[in-house]
């Protein structure tokens, strides 16, 4: 079966027990993956009942592959450098799911699902899944769902998950909290584009490949690729045996993207050989549960008729610079504790 089904409507999903589409996704059926991740990715309380309870019944088969997350400026070429990397991994005997969050329409929320046609030859591999999901205005243009999308991916038994984001410069700390390698994409431009990388970017990276290394733009390629190499040298290691590479790839050609595959299973290397794979994967965990909590106490006072209203009068009183962003807040907590107390 072809590996990029699309998204399937929400209401099919209900057509499938539950307990049968654990299993069906446990035996790698692309239609049932896709009816999981459109469960998880809906905003109805019954669908979230349920898409919990799902990914707690798919957790025992997660964590075996490896999470990569993508990032660069719209242009840069990652698309096609997934779908480059992509093809060598599956030449590898490995099988790779990619995670394309995609722009959504600001009218109707309806997302562009550009990548699907821009990796037409890797979404017609037998071995490759890809899901484009729209970001329905999503800090970062990550869906709030991903990390779930990434459990019932491994779940259903590829090696390698992709996340990549819409590249708009908000979504890289999200996308590295919930990924093993974080890969920064570059564009050959010197000396100069090495002020407009925020330092956070540049600190995340795991990885970084200056891509487009082609044609007349080889020498550009190689000064960036030198300028961003002396700066990762005087920045502070995030790990002890790694070295931050800076590497030169052409996804257009196939050139430089195998030394970037190896860099990928080096790094994975070395961060089991010293245990910062599993403490990575530790931390991310409990950094979804507070979020997760945290969202889940604003949902609860949103659903509260009365605190909802006090809430958009302290939202009022903020804007107009009558209370402090920490006071309303406070106050609204109280009141949240004090209405909680009396109805227990």
């Not at 049932?32 to 707690?56: C, K, M, N, Q």
């Not at 550009?114 to 970001?135: F, V």
């Not at 999200?174 to 093993?180: E, G, I, K, R």
């Amino acid at each position: 079966m072809p590996g990029s089904d699309g998204p399937a409507p929400p209401a099919a999903d209900a057509a499938m027990p539950d307990a049968e589409l654990v299993r069906a996704v446990r035996e790698g059926d692309r239609r049932a993956v896709s009816r999981a991740i459109t469960l998880v990715e809906s905003g109805r309380p019954d669908h979230r009942r349920r898409a919990e309870r799902l990914v707690d019944a798919l957790l025992p088969n997660s964590g075996g592959s490896i999470r990569m997350g993508v990032t660069g400026v719209p242009g840069v070429g990652k698309s096609t450098l997934i779908e480059a990397l992509g093809g060598l991994i599956i030449e590898r005997g490995h099988t790779i799911a990619v995670l394309s969050v995609d722009p959504s329409s600001a009218l109707t929320g309806g997302s562009i699902l550009g990548d699907k046609t821009r990796m037409e030859t890797l979404s017609r591999s037998p071995r490759a899944y890809i899901r484009p999901s729209p970001a329905r205005g999503v800090f970062g243009g990550v869906g709030r769902r991903t990390r779930e999308s990434i459990v019932i991916l491994e779940a259903a038994g590829f090696d390698v998950v992709i996340v990549e984001t819409v590249g708009v410069g908000q979504s890289e700390t999200l996308v590295a909290d919930m990924t093993d390698l974080f890969l920064l994409l570059l564009l050959p431009g010197g000396g100069d584009e090495l002020q407009g990388i925020k330092r956070g970017i540049m600190e995340l990276a795991d990885i970084v490949a200056v891509n487009k290394a082609d044609d007349d733009r080889l020498d550009a390629a190689g000064q960036t690729r030198a300028d961003y190499g002396n700066a990762l040298r005087l920045m502070p290691h995030r790990y002890r045996d790694w070295q931050v590479p800076v590497l030169a790839c052409s996804a257009r050609d196939g050139v430089g993207i195998e030394e970037l595959w190896n860099a990928v299973k080096a790094f994975v290397a070395a961060m089991r050989a010293e245990g910062a794979f599993d403490r990575r994967r530790e931390a991310q965990r409990l950094h979804w549960f507070h979020e997760e909590l945290n969202q889940g106490l604003v949902d609860l006072v949103r659903r509260d008729e009365r605190l909802a209203s006090r809430m958009k009068h302290a939202e009022a009183e903020v804007r107009a610079n009558r209370l402090s962003a920490a006071g309303a807040a406070h106050r609204l907590i109280e009141e949240f504790s004090r209405s909680r107390i009396h109805s227990s």
